[in-house]
């Protein structure tokens, strides 16, 4: 058997029932990961990814997770540790890209923005990064953030606004988690053709 990165290591990927976390739930496992927790909102889709990937190799559990809610997002990982023992890496990949102008955007879609793409993460990390120093060997955090935060599209400025939170966060922790061999890191990613992306395009 191949010897890997991720050999031995427990991971937890927000936003993993489907498009890119999916993909990075299933590279895990491809990895020889030692356990994944995945997490979204489909019960029915989320047990059914858990089975399969168990059933690759790499023991994986489904925890619902609304993101809106502060306790669902540190229940993840406390779940997670619950079941495996240990936390090694944490990648928050869920997001939402509801459209809206400056002009048009609502109180409740700016908030629902934040609360998904920037505090939720924030939240996630929070309880990682406390599990991580306990356990003192470090781990690593991954943010998927976008080049939107850079600015972004004129009908997304609360998706724009979030991210940019989120590429704020993830340097300032970076700086903050080095002391404890705790590395975080954020990728700016492109556009990406994502059933959520998709059913957003066929509804404009």
Known sequence: MRN???SGKVVVITGSTQGLGEAVARKMVAEQAAGVSISGRNVERGKAL???LT???TPTIFVRTELENPD???NLIRQSVEHFGRLDG???SAGI???GTLE???VELWDQHMAV???APFLTMQEAVIIMQKQGWGGSIVNIITKSAHGGQPFLTPYSSSKGALATLTKNAAYSQRWHKIRVNGIMVGWMDTPAEDAIQREA
């Open 4 to 6: 890997s990165l991720y």
């Open 50 to 52: 858990a089975e399969e």
């Open 55 to 57: 059933g690759l190799g």
């Open 72 to 74: 669902e997002c540190r």
């Open 90 to 92: 944490l990648v928050n």
């Open 97 to 99: 890209t509801t459209r």
């Open 104 to 106: 048009e955007s609502s």
């Open 117 to 119: 793409n920037a505090r």
